[in-house]
């Protein structure tokens, strides 16, 4: 695409040479003699950049820039001025110019800095474009989960998001989502454009972990050759994540709580005292409270933390997020293998509604990858579930009937499949007929919508 450059300038011959200048490298110009017929031209054109000259009849360069800066802050405002005062330059940076030119110029310095210009708004667009994309990426949207627990979890997320909070406790077995929910506070906040960084306290030594996050000076130990900044530094305005913090040694813990406090620390071996504004996300799967008793975590800490702590249920405790999750999951794969699994069999929903998922949403991602690169089934069944979840079924199988049959008296050798294929062929078709619209696909099937609803659940259809 090409740029559009607009010029503001009431010289004729400097628009004249600026124009064939700029032509000639392949841009699109638009000329204004004066201010006002430049902020009308960017209204109905638009430009990609505007190059200005400051002193003007009627309304100033300053004027327009000003108005500029309002209203069309995306466009990259170059100064040209004759008079080569340094204050007046700076002066027009602070007032938000991208960069400014002397007059008289020549054709390289102009082309230099149009192109600096136009690069570095680019840049920025871009940036901004991520930013946005990051965010609904990773912003709560993406905790999957209809259940009150979960729910409430969402609520609290986009609270702590826009709140000064700047210490956060994640709390929650292993697999219940807890970088999820870090990275959702990070990205759905202010601080979103600034650095989120994370690091595993278990994965590192204490004295490297300390360096990694504090920074050290040159020398300060055998192999600091150079000096480094730390995470906290790197992270500054954003988001440090320490994952696993109750297995940071308990030296370590007091630096950080005199940054909790504080907002200061030292660079190892440093003297000085650095001040960082960063918003610390703690996570752990492990009791606290017990590494309190046990002396292994700083009391001190552990309440610094616990002033806002978010609690992520185990799975087993919202039984109703698993179909959801399930295809959540299943749609992911679908396009991550080009699969075109539709979901699970009623037993094996059945089977996962009632296993216990100690490795929580993680081992449940893991269990639906596995079947689907295994399987090319449209509806997975129990024996493409692991073991694990398949054994409390297994005693029956073979019988046809569904679900637990403890209580089954009598046996239908094989049209108990049949009958629920039946019935999940019923709901599909009624669905397909209504344009998914449930409550006429119910009267359809002459049920309620309840029960339609819980049989779209059971055959992984919602
Ligand atoms: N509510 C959810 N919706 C969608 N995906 C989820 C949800 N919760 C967890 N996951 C997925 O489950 C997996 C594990 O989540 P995550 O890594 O956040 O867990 P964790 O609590 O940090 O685990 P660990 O304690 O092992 O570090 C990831 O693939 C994540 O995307
Ligand atoms: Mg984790």
């Not at 826009?162 to 870090?182: F, H, I, M, P, W």
């Not at 005292?273 to 752990?284: G, K, N, Q």
């Not at 293998?337 to 094996?348: E, H, I, R, V, W």
């Not at 009632?354 to 949403?361: A, R, S, T």
Request: net charge negative; proline share 3%.
């Amino acid at each position: 695409m090409t740029e559009r450059i607009l010029i503001v300038d009431d010289e004729k011959l400097i628009r004249w040479s600026l124009q064939k200048n700029l032509v000639h490298a392949g841009y699109e110009v638009l000329e204004a003699v004066d201010g006002q017929q430049a902020l009308e031209m960017i209204e109905d054109e638009g430009a990609d950049l505007m190059l200005l000259d400051v002193r003007m009849p009627r309304m100033s360069g300053l004027e327009v820039l000003a108005h500029t800066v309002e209203h069309h802050p995306e466009i990259p405002v170059v100064l040209m001025t004759a008079f080569s005062s340094v204050e007046g330059a700076v002066d027009a940076m602070k007032r938000g110019a991208f960069d400014y030119l002397m007059k008289p110029f020549n054709h390289d310095e102009v082309l230099l800095v149009v192109r600096k210009a136009l690069h570095a708004t680019r840049l920025q667009r871009e940036l901004a474009l991520l930013q946005q994309q990051q965010r609904s990426e990773f912003g709560t949207d993406n905790l999957i989960g209809k259940s009150a627990k979960v729910r409430e979890v969402c609520q609290l997320i986009n609270k702590i998001a826009v709140s000064t909070a700047t210490t956060v406790l994640v709390l929650g077995e292993s697999g219940t989502g807890k970088d999820l929910t870090a990275k959702a506070i990070h990205y759905s906040s202010n601080r979103a454009a600034q650095p989120f960084v994370n690091i595993t306290c278990s994965a590192l030594p204490e004295q490297l972990l300390e360096s990694e996050l504090m920074g050290h000076e040159k020398g300060s130990f055998t192999g600091a050759r150079e000096r480094k900044r730390g995470l906290f530094e790197v992270a500054d305005g954003g988001t440090v994540f320490l994952d696993e913090i109750g297995d940071m040694g308990v030296g370590l813990q007091a630096k950080l709580l005199r940054i909790l406090e504080e907002k200061t620390f030292r660079r190892v071996g440093g003297t000085k005292d650095l001040h960082v504004d960063v918003r610390i996300v703690a996570a752990t799967n492990r009791n606290l409270e017990q590494a309190v008793r046990e002396g292994n975590f700083r009391e001190d800490l552990y309440y610094r933390l616990m002033v806002i702590p978010v609690e992520i249920p185990p799975l087993r405790e919202r039984i109703e997020d698993i179909p959801l999750l399930i295809t959540h999951f299943i749609d992911r794969f679908n396009v991550e293998f080009n699969k075109k699994t539709l979901g699970l069999t009623s037993d094996a929903m059945d089977c996962c509604e009632q296993y216990g998922w100690p490795g929580n949403v993680r081992e449940l991602r893991n269990v639906i990858e596995r079947a689907m690169i295994l399987e090319n089934k449209e509806y997975l069944d129990l024996e493409d579930l692991p073991h694990a979840l398949r054994a409390p079924f297994e005693g029956i199988e073979g019988s046809g009937l569904i679900g637990r049959t403890d209580t089954a008296v009598f046996q239908l050798p094989d049209c108990g499949y049949a009958l629920q294929d039946m019935e999940r062929e019923m709901v599909r078709q009624a669905l397909e007929k209504t344009e998914g619209n449930q409550s006429r696909a119910a009267g359809l099937l002459d049920i309620s919508r309840d029960s339609l609803r819980y049989k779209m659940r059971k055959f992984g259809m919602l």
